[in-house]
């Protein structure tokens, strides 16, 4: 880690606030102000089915709506009338100080017009009026939040209202350049302002030079007209290398629901093999949305018809089937962020089959206390046969919150285990994942926590578990978001990823993210990529694998976009303010040697808050589609969905379902080898069964690229519950083949390709 840029002042400073002072920033839009609150809704009705939970959620969104800053209108109605009883003509600081608050909230509820009124009312003030008695630095970001809301209009009326396949791509050029330019006109002549009142080095400076260079871009002026001084060179955004570029077309087929960040599921919900669409938002009344796959190219969207109205808000998913029946599940999360007024209830929705759901939460169990998370994971950790649930909560010192270990009973419910286990993780839980990692056959478990040391819980085997996080060395980053296990480099080790959100005491910030791009020093922590080494032991290899840049990413999932059997990832960015415009961030893995970045050449550089991501193929031409849940936390930061088509590297694959007898019937913890021979070499492919990363789930079904190899000459599936291995040799690629435990035989199931995109799919059909 490396100093930040020095202040105005000459001292060094990181971003302008630290990791605590985030969340407590965040915490009180929550919170909604001093003597304000949401009541903790648990015990407040008894528990049934999917109407009661709608109920509990009307409730919960009403107290956000009233109380809560993120959604509401608090305190705007004090403002307002401090604002009004000031004597008209009478010179007071006041009346500056109340409009830029006014200013900030109208911008968070999407009142940009408003917002803008009310902070250039505040900027004529401390031009005209005190000129000389409020402090520079805070001139100067009064006059950067003026061209941030600029810079939201100019989204709003251009990237919104107009939306194209371009839209907000960075670099942006071609139909993404804005036709209405005041917005852009209007942040272009503040950031200006900004740079000329400051010097290069302050922080608040790095990030106007960040915003104006795609400010520019936005009206197509970029970068001839960019003044030297502020301008980026156009080489700064480019690839490490040339990719295909993928073309974004969630538009084109209706999948384009306009949401606050939230979660994202790919999976064939209706047993019918072709892969839906599941996506959630953190908005407390906003609703999830279910795209039925109709196998023509288009989507229909049957969010009623599957059991959906009225269950709203959800910041993540994930998905599973709990009770062995065959259909999948889905578990929804909901309050992270939001501290003690976000004890919401969580939702466990049965699939009753052919996409029917029926919110189960209670009734299964796990509706006796309410926590705010947005990271759930399921796993058998007692290899008895049936998914395990962990829920990471958000500790802190309002909200003495527990994680959650729930024992899944085997009879449709859970009990709660965490004491017995070892688990409570009494710190800021943010992501959750299970892995064998010492492979003992059981799973353990890695929590990433902000702002404090993550755990590795190692699985005693006897349903307790120790944390080696200290002794393994993966304790950091200190400051981390998004986790997964996987293997990166087809080792058979399983590695562990973790996500850096900030530093240790900085908040996530698009400063450090533009420093990063231009090779000035930040505050940040980087990515850690500690690879396994097949004895329960970790390094951090993220330097030698090119892991350099500040991502903060929020949402984030991996897959194998190339098909060339090693796993690439796709990190979706942001933080909750909406000065936060950095790219969504694609990293190809190049054998397991090195990661290198193709977001801009491969087209994925999008700047809108990502959060649920997927992985699959949609269209069943063999190669792996992106789906990405797009918005940011506060209602004037809502945003579409992306999907992103794949165009074909041309390489083979095989699409493997495993469906489990003595184990759970996911699958879930299954481990898979292909063996291949490619250009007269051989070589090993792993897959660890589960929905990929944390943020957004994958496909169940396991989709495995095998290069240019034209047979599998040996697959296996290991089994940690049973503890068999089944082995098939001689297979052909290019088929999609179903393989339940035990059974020594496989079945093919056909699948017929088909080109994403139809006529009447302009519009997505609904129910």
């Not at 020093?521 to 850690?528: F, G, I, M, W």
């Not at 690629?733 to 080109?755: C, L, N």
Request: one cysteine or more; proline letters at 5%.
């Amino acid at each position: 880690m490396s100093k930040s840029p020095t202040s105005e002042h000459g001292t060094a400073r990181g971003p302008a606030s630290a990791i605590c002072i985030l969340i407590a920033a965040v915490a009180l839009a929550c919170a909604g102000g001093p003597g304000s609150g949401q009541r903790d809704l648990a015990g407040s009705h008894e528990a049934t089915g999917t109407e009661h939970m709608s109920e509990l959620l009307r409730e919960v969104a009403a107290e956000s709506l009233k109380d809560n800053p993120f959604f509401g209108e608090a305190p705007i109605p004090d403002l307002v009338a401090k604002l009004a009883a000031l004597p008209d003509g009478v010179p007071d600081l006041r009346r500056w100080l109340y409009n830029k608050l006014l200013g900030k909230h109208h911008l968070r509820l999407g009142r940009v017009e408003t917002a803008i009124r009310h902070y250039l009312a505040a900027y004529r003030e401390q031009r005209e009026v005190f000129p000389g008695e409020i402090p520079r630095t805070e001139q100067v970001q009064l006059v950067f939040e003026l061209a941030v809301a600029y810079m939201r209009l100019g989204e709003n009326q251009n990237c919104v209202a107009h939306h194209t396949a371009e839209s907000c791509l960075l670099p942006i050029r071609g139909s993404g350049v804005h036709t209405l330019r005041e917005g852009s006109e209007g942040a272009l002549r503040y950031l200006t302002e900004v740079l000329e009142r400051t010097g290069p080095a302050d922080w608040v400076a790095i990030k106007a030079r960040w915003l104006i260079n795609i400010t520019y871009m936005t009206l197509g002026r970029y970068p001839d007209e960019v003044p030297a001084a502020f301008r980026i060179p156009p080489e700064t955004y480019e690839s490490e290398e040339s990719f295909p570029r993928f073309r974004e077309i969630a538009s084109d087929l209706g999948l384009n629901s306009f949401d606050l960040a939230g979660g994202a599921i790919v999976e064939d919900f209706d047993d019918d093999g072709l892969l839906d669409i599941l996506v959630s938002t953190s908005d407390p009344s906003g609703p999830m949305h279910y795209y039925r796959n109709d196998g023509d190219g288009g989507f229909t969207e049957r969010t009623e018809a599957a059991g959906l109205r009225g269950l709203t808000g959800g910041l993540n998913m994930t998905h599973a089937d709990y009770d062995n029946d065959g259909h999948t599940d889905v578990l929804v999360l909901r309050g992270a962020w939001c501290r003690a007024h976000g004890r919401h209830p969580n939702s466990l929705l049965r699939n009753l089959g052919d996409a029917r759901f029926v919110d189960v939460t209670f009734a299964a169990g796990l509706g006796g206390e309410h926590f705010p998370t947005q990271t759930g994971a399921w796993g058998d950790y007692d290899n008895d046969g049936d998914l395990d649930l962990f829920i990471g909560n958000e500790y802190d010192r309002n909200v003495p919150a527990r994680s959650q270990l729930f024992r899944n009973d085997g009879d449709g419910t859970f009990t709660e285990v965490t004491d017995r286990a070892g688990v409570r993780n009494e710190r800021y839980a943010k992501g959750a994942v299970w892995g064998d990692f010492d492979g003992d056959r059981y799973p353990d478990l890695y929590v990433s926590n902000l702002s404090e040391k993550n755990r590795l819980y190692r699985n005693n085997r006897d349903g307790t578990f120790t944390d080696v996080a200290e002794a393994k060395g993966v304790t950091h980053p200190l400051a981390s978001f998004p986790v997964w296990f996987w293997d990166f480099d087809n080792d058979g080790n399983l590695d562990i990823q973790v996500f850096a959100y900030g530093g240790p005491r900085t908040a996530p910030d698009v400063g450090a993210v533009a420093a990063s791009y231009l090779g000035l020093e930040h505050p940040a922590e980087l990515d850690h990529l500690y690879r396994g080494d097949g004895k329960g032991g970790f390094e951090n290899v993220g330097p030698q694998r090119g892991l350099t840049r500040v991502t903060t990413p929020m949402g984030a999932n991996f897959g194998d976009l190339d098909n060339d059997g090693y796993l690439d990832y796709y990190l979706g960015t942001g933080y909750p303010f909406f000065e936060g415009l950095m790219p969504n961030v694609m990293l190809r893995n190049r054998r397991g040697g090195r990661f290198v970045d193709v977001t801009t050449s491969g087209g994925f550089g999008h700047l809108q808050k990502g959060h649920g991501i997927a992985f699959a193929d949609l269209d069943h031409d063999g190669d792996q589609d992106v789906f990405e849940q797009i918005g940011g936390m506060y209602p004037g930061d809502a945003f579409t969905n992306a999907l992103f088509e794949n165009p074909g590297f041309g390489n083979h694959w095989v699409k493997v379902d495993l469906v489990g007898v003595r184990s759970n019937r996911s699958a879930i913890g299954a481990r898979v080898r292909v063996d291949i021979v490619e250009a007269g070499e051989r070589r090993s492919i792993y897959r660890h069964v589960g929905t990929g990363g944390m943020f957004g789930g994958n496909p169940l079904r396991q989709e495995i690229g095998v290069g240019r190899a034209t047979r599998v000459e040996r697959l296996e599936i290991y089994w940690p519950t049973s503890d068999t291995t089944q082995t098939f040799v001689d297979l052909e690629v290019g088929q999609r083949i179903e393989i339940t435990e035990g059974r020594d035989s496989y079945r093919v199931v056909p699948i017929e390709p088909f080109k994403l995109g139809r006529a009447s799919s302009a519009t997505a059909r609904v129910d």
